[in-house]
């Protein structure tokens, strides 16, 4: 997978002819602080503010010309803080063309003229001081000054002087602040990438002690989401003459870098859903509330932000996503209930011709608005105080998001199918019957839209309803004749009988074992002990309730509870408190 992503990405940059810096400098954002610039006659050229805008990802310079200080950042950044030059990790730039401090540092004590000095010394003599106790590292070093030369010491002592002379004593910049001061000294620009690459290359692999020598060329593991140390010998694979999961050349290894601080730019973007299209040659990212394009083939990536670098939580192949359904969904209102209190909910009944429109739809009804907010958070960390819900979201999440977001239709259905039972259940049980019955007819639509062949589900239920009303009222002397009308009368009976109850709590006492039944025995037994227990209290449709018992007790049902049907009967209108007219 990986391997692909970097062909697309190696093909862009040749398309565009562009270097990878450019590309990654068009989308860089650097860390909050102050960044100072000092010309070659050592004087104090300007100053520049950056603060992320965190609504718009976005940064915000307190000057225009924001380019070269990109350009001085990007190039000047440690791989990562556990490969540092400063051994004490309070300084974090890599070369003596910056020098990048955080403010606290400054104010704490923490950075003194020893840890500069110590600094520059790791710079003037890196071989000497830094890669002496590997020879790997020393070799790829040696291969390097052959090629590019030594480091310039008179520049860099030059450097070195003005920071241990200003660097306590800058005015006008904001110590309080918890972010960066950083320094850049100005030259050329292939000087700056010059000793980028000395800090580097010898940097740049996972594990030096890994590298193969070919040729004079170095091969080694890259550092991007890999782990090889002493610490964790179990990811070393021992069955091979090299335990690495491959190896790279450093043309290749600078590609993975570059492609790996493009994914670091989307992340901070807030851009976490990369789309890598291996038939058209473009990679897009969007954040949560974008819509993402057609892609014939290739992958995703769902990536994040870490401290020490970007991690690709996830991937899938990409066999072919349409944003644009093939058969538009009707999201029907089957129940046919007329919702008063909640007439909004009516305007969702229409057809909908999209992913990303129908997962705003199951996001909205089944989940009250906790589904895409919690897409890209980790299931040990989704904050839900009702528990049904919550573990509705967890269950669920990675299904629903793959079918919206990345085309993946397997086990879509299957998990709604169940969440959304769980999640209706829910509603029922806490009072919400608008609500329920909202959900209950975005269930079926699924199951209409899904499960083709089962003819016009809307007139079914509707059917189904009407038909049990007839035989409750006498104005039909048959008997029950299927599955579907001898659980609405169950969901009629439950719903009329618990009315009679004047506890507080009796949705959570007395729907439960109506709602969990797995058995028509204890469905039955349950009806009958509401019954005894409040038919003191019946003072009208006596006849009614009669019958429907009577109907209830000379069906027997086969296969699975219809636990749907039960809580259509539940919910619907009951036919007990009909008023007379309604009978004809």
Same mark, same amino acid.
């Given at each position: 997978m990986l391997k692909e992503c970097l062909e697309v990405f190696g093909e862009i940059l040749e398309k565009e002819q562009k270097k990878g810096k450019d590309i990654i400098l068009d989308s860089y954002i650097p860390a909050d602080g102050t960044y100072i610039f000092v010309d070659k006659d050592g004087n104090l050229k300007e100053s520049i503010e950056v603060e992320l805008d965190k609504k718009t990802r976005r940064p915000v310079y307190s000057n225009s010309d924001t380019r070269e200080l990109c350009f001085y950042d990007y190039h000047s950044q440690l791989v990562s803080m556990n490969k540092p030059i400063d051994g004490k990790k309070i300084i974090h *730039?890599?070369? =003596? =063309?910056?020098?990048?401090?955080?403010?606290?540092?400054?104010?704490?004590?923490? $950075?003194?003229?020893?840890?500069?000095?110590?600094?520059?010394?790791?710079?003037?003599?890196?071989?000497?001081?830094?890669?002496?106790?590997?020879?790997?590292?020393?070799?790829? #070093?040696?291969?390097?000054?052959?090629?590019?030369?030594?480091?310039?010491?008179?520049?860099l002592e030059k450097n070195q002087q003005w920071i241990k002379c200003n660097i306590f004593h800058l005015e006008n910049v904001d110590f309080s602040k918890k972010d960066y001061l950083k320094v850049f000294f100005e030259t050329e620009h292939e000087n700056v990438e010059r000793e980028e690459r000395r800090y580097l290359l010898p940097n740049i692999y996972n594990n030096n002690d890994y590298n193969v020598e070919i040729d004079n060329e170095i091969y080694g593991l890259p550092d991007n989401n890999q782990g090889m140390n002493a610490k964790k010998p179990y990811l070393a694979a021992k069955t091979r003459k090299i335990p690495v999961s491959y190896l790279v050349n450093g043309e290749e290894v600078m590609l993975q870098r570059l492609f790996f601080d493009y994914l670091m730019n989307l992340a901070s973007a807030g851009k976490y859903d990369v789309y890598v299209d291996t038939a058209n040659k473009k990679i897009r990212a =969007?954040?949560?509330?974008?819509?993402?394009?057609?892609?014939?083939?290739?992958?995703? $990536?769902?990536?994040?932000?870490?401290?020490?670098?970007?991690?690709?939580?996830?991937?899938?192949n990409i066999p072919?996503?349409?944003?644009?359904?093939?058969?538009?969904?009707?999201?029907?209102?089957?129940?046919?209930?007329?919702?008063?209190?909640?007439?909004?909910? $009516?305007?969702?009944?229409?057809?909908?011709?999209?992913?990303?429109?129908?997962?705003?739809?199951?996001?909205?009804?089944?989940?009250?608005?906790?589904?895409?907010?919690?897409?890209?958070?980790?299931?040990?960390?989704? *904050?839900?105080?009702?528990?049904?819900?919550?573990?509705?979201?967890?269950l669920s999440k990675?299904?629903?998001?793959?079918?919206?977001?990345?085309?993946?239709?397997?086990?879509?259905?299957?998990?709604?199918?169940?969440?959304? $039972?769980? &999640?209706?259940?829910?509603?029922?049980?806490?009072?919400?019957?608008?609500?329920?019955?909202?959900?209950?007819?975005?269930?079926?639509?699924?199951?209409?839209?899904?499960?083709?062949?089962?003819?016009?589900?809307?007139?079914?239920?509707?059917?189904?309803?009407?038909?049990?009303?007839?035989?409750?009222?006498?104005?039909?002397?048959?008997?029950?004749? *299927?599955?579907?009308?001898?659980? =609405?009368?169950?969901?009629?009976?439950?719903?009329?009988?618990?009315?009679?109850?004047?506890?507080?709590?009796?949705?959570?006492?007395?729907?439960?074992?109506? &709602?969990?039944?797995?058995?028509?025995?204890?469905?039955? &037994?349950?009806?009958?002990? &509401?019954?005894?227990?409040?038919? #003191?209290?019946?003072?009208?449709?006596?006849?009614?309730?009669?019958?429907?018992?009577?109907?209830?007790?000379?069906?027997?049902?086969?296969g699975d509870v219809d636990q749907d049907i039960i809580i259509f009967g539940f919910l619907n209108e009951n036919i007990i408190y009909m008023k007379e007219e309604k009978q004809s």
């Amino acid at each position: 997978m990986l391997k692909e992503c970097l062909e697309v990405f190696g093909e862009i940059l040749e398309k565009e002819q562009k270097k990878g810096k450019d590309i990654i400098l068009d989308s860089y954002i650097p860390a909050d602080g102050t960044y100072i610039f000092v010309d070659k006659d050592g004087n104090l050229k300007e100053s520049i503010e950056v603060e992320l805008d965190k609504k718009t990802r976005r940064p915000v310079y307190s000057n225009s010309d924001t380019r070269e200080l990109c350009f001085y950042d990007y190039h000047s950044q440690l791989v990562s803080m556990n490969k540092p030059i400063d051994g004490k990790k309070i300084i974090h *730039s890599n070369n =003596y =063309y910056s020098f990048f401090v955080k403010k606290d540092s400054i104010v704490t004590k923490k $950075l003194t003229e020893d840890i500069i000095d110590g600094y520059y010394e790791v710079l003037k003599n890196p071989l000497e001081k830094k890669y002496k106790k590997s020879k790997e590292a020393s070799r790829i #070093y040696e291969l390097f000054e052959a090629q590019e030369g030594i480091v310039p010491i008179e520049e860099l002592e030059k450097n070195q002087q003005w920071i241990k002379c200003n660097i306590f004593h800058l005015e006008n910049v904001d110590f309080s602040k918890k972010d960066y001061l950083k320094v850049f000294f100005e030259t050329e620009h292939e000087n700056v990438e010059r000793e980028e690459r000395r800090y580097l290359l010898p940097n740049i692999y996972n594990n030096n002690d890994y590298n193969v020598e070919i040729d004079n060329e170095i091969y080694g593991l890259p550092d991007n989401n890999q782990g090889m140390n002493a610490k964790k010998p179990y990811l070393a694979a021992k069955t091979r003459k090299i335990p690495v999961s491959y190896l790279v050349n450093g043309e290749e290894v600078m590609l993975q870098r570059l492609f790996f601080d493009y994914l670091m730019n989307l992340a901070s973007a807030g851009k976490y859903d990369v789309y890598v299209d291996t038939a058209n040659k473009k990679i897009r990212a =969007y954040g949560p509330k974008e819509t993402p394009q057609d892609i014939e083939a290739g992958y995703y $990536l769902r990536i994040k932000k870490e401290k020490k670098e970007v991690e690709i939580q996830q991937q899938d192949n990409i066999p072919g996503f349409h944003q644009n359904l093939k058969d538009a969904f009707d999201f029907w209102n089957i129940s046919g209930y007329q919702n008063k209190k909640h007439p909004e909910y $009516l305007e969702r009944y229409r057809r909908y011709y999209t992913r990303a429109e129908i997962g705003k739809l199951i996001d909205e009804v089944f989940f009250f608005k906790h589904l895409e907010s919690n897409y890209y958070i980790d299931a040990s960390k989704v *904050s839900i105080t009702d528990a049904v819900l919550k573990e509705s979201v967890i269950l669920s999440k990675d299904k629903i998001f793959a079918w919206v977001r990345v085309g993946i239709d397997e086990g879509f259905f299957t998990v709604l199918k169940k969440v959304s $039972l769980d &999640l209706i259940k829910g509603s029922v049980l806490n009072g919400y019957r608008e609500r329920a019955l909202w959900q209950l007819n975005l269930r079926w639509s699924f199951e209409n839209y899904f499960m083709k062949g089962e003819g016009n589900m809307e007139i079914r239920k509707k059917g189904i309803a009407e038909s049990v009303r007839k035989k409750v009222f006498g104005e039909d002397e048959g008997w029950l004749e *299927s599955n579907e009308e001898y659980y =609405y009368a169950v969901g009629q009976m439950a719903a009329y009988l618990i009315s009679l109850s004047k506890s507080k709590n009796k949705n959570q006492s007395l729907i439960n074992p109506f &709602l969990n039944a797995r058995k028509d025995e204890v469905i039955k &037994l349950k009806l009958r002990q &509401l019954y005894k227990k409040y038919n #003191y209290t019946i003072s009208v449709g006596i006849k009614r309730i009669g019958r429907m018992m009577s109907l209830i007790e000379e069906y027997i049902p086969s296969g699975d509870v219809d636990q749907d049907i039960i809580i259509f009967g539940f919910l619907n209108e009951n036919i007990i408190y009909m008023k007379e007219e309604k009978q004809s």
